[in-house]
């Protein structure tokens, strides 16, 4: 059903699926869904996110697990910036992600935010933009989910946002 929906993002490159064991991944480029350095989701980035959520409000008994991801490339402190570093900016992203699927339909009990920042890179540093994505973790079980790498020394854990109701317009 997902890959029929998202067709040309996935031609496009904009949109990755991967299957491992019991999860499906979604993984959406930041670009795609927002502008460098913000927050705010585009149009586009909304639509393709409504039509994720259109599709997962079928599966009932999965949960899902949004997260953020950025690259190891800092932040420039500029006083005209909203977010001071990357933990700062993904944990927004990720609301905004996580509040849009809500938005479109999908129980705020099942869906679990997550940061990640620089901890689990999918390329080095030579092709950022593929570090710099939304992840969309589909799964029967958030606690029987294993994600793909471990934490590297030296690196925070993911922190968890909680979501606990859809904000309305």
């Known amino acids: ?7 040309e993002e996935l031609k496009r ?3 990755a699926l991967r299957q491992e064991r019991a999860a499906l991944t979604l993984a959406l480029t930041s670009s795609e869904l927002f502008p460098p350095g913000e927050a705010v989701i585009t149009p586009g980035g909304s639509s393709l996110i409504g039509q994720i959520g259109a599709v997962l409000q ?6 899902i697990e949004v997260t953020a991801h950025t690259d190891t490339k800092p932040i420039r402190n500029d006083s005209r910036k909203l ?11 990720v609301e905004q992600a996580s509040q849009a699927l809500i938005d479109s339909g999908v129980d705020a009990a099942r869906v679990k935010a997550v940061v990640y920042t620089t901890t689990k890179p999918m390329d080095t540093d030579e092709s950022r933009n593929r570090n710099r994505r939304i992840e969309i973790v589909v799964s029967s079980s958030l606690a029987g989910h294993s994600p793909q790498g471990k934490l590297q020394p030296g690196k925070k854990p993911p922190q968890s946002i909680s979501l606990s109701s859809p904000r309305r317009p």
């Open 58 to 63: 079928k599966f009932r008994y999965r949960n």
């Open 13 to 15: 490159g904009t949109v």
């Open 83 to 93: 977010f001071r570093d990357n933990l700062e900016l993904s944990r927004a992203r």
């Open 1 to 7: 059903a997902l890959s029929g929906t998202l067709g």
